[in-house]
């Protein structure tokens, strides 16, 4: 054998070798013992899965690439809103003060404009010791739970609190606070002023007459303490409203009912101690907060879009086009866009004491309820043919028992569904305009009812008689004297008033009785001016249910035959008047300076003071008897 053949057989026996290994490898050796898959099986398995490794792997690496641009930070967007200072219903002006107010309405569809926009990932929700009452709270913490139902978050930042502020806090998801900052939460509180004893002093004697034991409107001014009924009556308020402090904190914080009660009766806790107690999430600066809300979203940038929704007002009015604009924001603005064709709510706010007559633009004269407005605004819905329903937005005391009668009346007169929402207050003729809707909405804080009549005057007998005035008196007639300051009523004059009262009060409770599809004997063991909270009157059936101003206009889609989401227009109805025509109008009172500003600044409480004596003077300005609530009750 030569050296070239053996070579070429070791190359021959190498390569069957390495062949015989690679078919080893491949299955071949099991497939000849009948063990395995053939060898084109075995080939085309090997093929599927060397096709299925491939697969996954770039499956694998298209996940990781779509994880990596996740994981890159993106621009994000978070709604500010600042709560402070007052939140009126509605705007009840137009032009250079309207135009940058914000109220309850506004700033409620501004949070729900926010939960439904794409761009916006949370809010962060500076709460200021905003003055609303247990109605507007509700408003704003029904605002925030249709924020949080869209997936997204809710942030409370908070200084100094009190019990309004933290009920509204409490609604989010994450609560955060200085290390400076206090929390006040004092309980429930009823405490009636009463000034018989100054009256007397001076002279002054009340004279009044009431239907109904719980009817104390007139307490005020003709006793030192409560009855026994009015106080039974504020005891089972007071018990009411503390029951829902508690139970709104405990639903929305890991907090038991006794831990609650416990801290209520601490009063005050510190930051730390609130975060301790539970109160609280953290104690952070805002800028603390900010930044761990960056990381958290992993944004770069994370901005706060300040007033979120908010109409920007240009106010530059500098250079020659600059007068005209003052005008044009004086005249109420730039003329909306027309709005497209399509079916309307129509809101319709009582907010306010309830007088007799017109609106006028006198000295408070936007913060009451005035008959002959309110009649038209109504009658202005109901006549127009793109209103489907009607909301009537309550948040008054009461007032003329006559002008309350007149609106309750148009609400009988219209066709179309009404459905009353209550605000804060909406008792005696509150609850007068209101009984006659289709149903009655309420706040579970609403304070309602007061289903009763007073009336009567102030003698100043005594007090002529300290300054040295007299008066010597011709009369015709048994009664003349019946309205005088000089005098108590006489035997006569008393008997005609009270029978006055008394059919006032009759015509009360039959009206509410025929629209809360009562028996009288029923509707009367609720009334006698007796009071409650929404969740009491619903209980007792005064009112149907429990819910926002979003849920009324939800329930007028309703009645109207509408789909509960669909789109309408909102029609906000008595229409505002602008600030040019309150300040250049033709009539004296048109002209007036609005005082109540300076009035406050210069003495604290004055405005409020004087205010409350226009209402009463205007509210019984007129021969009648009123329906008012006993007190003016804050609720804090």
Known sequence: MTYAST???????????????????????????????????????????????????????????????????????????????????????????????????????????????????????????????????????????????TGKKAYAQLESVTTPDYLIACACDQIVM?????????????????????????????????????????????????????????????????????????????ISVAKAKEIIDMGLVTAAEAEELGLIDQVAYPDALRGQLAKSYNAEPLVYVENYGKKQVDTDFSGPAGFFKLMQVMMGGEAEKQAPKGKKIAIVYAVGPIISGKADDSLFADQVVASTTLVKALRDAADDKEVAAIVLRVD?????ALASDLIWHQTQAIDKPIVASMGDVAGSGGYYISMGADKIIAAPGTITGSIGVVGGKISLKGLYEKIGVTTDIIQRGANSGMFSLGGKFTDSERAVITKMMEDIYGQFTAKAAQGRHMTLDEL????????????QAQEK???????????????AKKLAGLATDAEVR??????????????????????????????????????????HA???????????????????????
């Open 570 to 611: 909102i029609e906000v109805l008595p229409k505002p008047v602008n600030v040019f025509e309150k300040l250049f109008g033709d009539t004296d009172a048109e002209k007036e300076v609005r005082l109540e500003r300076y009035l406050d600044q210069l003495a604290p409480g004055l405005a409020g003071a004087a205010r």
């Open 7 to 149: 070579s070429s057989r070791l190359r021959r026996m190498l390569w069957l070798g390495l062949v015989v290994a690679a078919w080893v490898a491949c299955g071949g050796m099991s497939a000849a013992l009948g063990e395995g898959p053939s060898a084109e099986k075995a080939t085309a398995e090997s093929s599927g899965e060397a096709k299925t490794q491939t697969e996954g792997a770039k499956a694998a690496s298209e996940k990781a690439d779509k994880a990596a641009i996740k994981a890159k930070p993106a621009k994000v967007r978070l709604a500010n809103f600042v709560l402070e200072g007052d939140l009126p219903e509605t705007v009840n002006q137009m032009g250079l003060f309207g135009e940058t107010m914000t109220d309850l309405r506004e700033l409620v569809s501004r949070l729900d404009k926010a939960a439904k926009d794409d761009s916006i990932a949370g809010v962060v929700i500076d709460i200021r010791q905003p003055a609303v009452g247990r109605g507007k709270i509700e408003e704003l913490r029904g605002a925030i739970a249709r924020f949080r139902a």
């Open 614 to 636: 226009y209402w009463l003077r205007t509210i019984f300005d007129h021969p009648t008897a009123a329906v008012i609530m006993p007190f003016e009750l804050s609720v804090q």
């Open 178 to 254: 200085p290390e400076t900052g206090v929390i006040i939460l004092p309980g429930v509180r009823a405490e009636g002023m009463f000034y018989k004893g100054l009256l007397a002093k001076l002279g002054i004697e009340g004279d009044f007459i009431h239907m109904g034991a719980y009817k104390a409107a007139a307490e005020p001014l003709m006793r030192t303490k409560f009855s026994p009924p009015v106080r039974e009556n504020m005891t089972t308020l007071v018990d009411g409203l503390y029951d829902q402090l508690v139970t709104t904190i405990v639903k929305d914080r890991p």
């Open 524 to 535: 009367k063991k609720l009334a006698g001016g007796r009071i409650y909270t929404g969740r």
């Open 541 to 555: 059936g005064l009112v149907d249910q429990l819910g926002t101003l979003h849920d009324a206009v939800i329930e």
């Open 396 to 400: 008054s005391p009461g007032g003329s």
